[in-house]
């Protein structure tokens, strides 16, 4: 059974920086591709970062320059560094994963990395505040 699991949101000050991290176990072979979402209240979940197999990364232009996704594979650990975070930062950040099938490299050919729906393992959340 696939686990993933999410860490380190905080409450920082604008400017501030966070580290997010994320465990996934269980798989068979290793995720096709992980990302990071987020969602604030009465918004839709947005794709922040997603980074394949191959190491093709895809960032959110409102992120770009300030935030760095990385993976492990070893472990089939993900990270979210953030730096000179905004208020409009605040949300709930999700770890995501889609495994390595036919149908879910297919899916990613179809709707793209920043599509939540094409991912079939997603962490509990982890909450971030940013004050200014």
């Known amino acids: 059974q696939v686990h993933v699991v999410d860490s380190g949101g905080d409450s920082v000050q604008a400017g501030g920086s966070l580290r997010l991290s994320c465990a996934a176990s269980?798989?068979?072979?290793?995720?096709?591709?992980m990302a990071w979402f987020r969602q604030a209240p009465g918004k839709e979940r947005e794709g922040v970062a997603a980074?394949?197999?191959?190491?093709?990364?895809t960032y959110a232009d409102s992120v770009k320059g300030r935030f760095t996704i990385s993976r492990d594979d070893a472990f089939n650990s993900l990270t979210l560094e953030m730096s000179n975070l905004r208020p409009e930062d605040t949300a709930a950040y999700y770890c995501?994963?889609?495994?390595?099938?036919?149908?879910?490299?297919?899916?990613?050919?179809?709707?793209?990395?920043?599509?939540?729906?094409?991912?079939?393992?997603w962490g509990q959340g982890t909450q971030v505040t940013v004050s200014s």
């Open positions: 980074i394949e197999r191959d190491g093709t990364i």
């Open positions: 269980g798989f068979t072979g290793t995720p096709w591709c």
């Open positions: 995501a994963a889609v495994s390595s099938d036919a149908a879910a490299r297919a899916a990613i050919q179809v709707f793209g990395v920043m599509n939540p729906a094409i991912y079939n393992y």
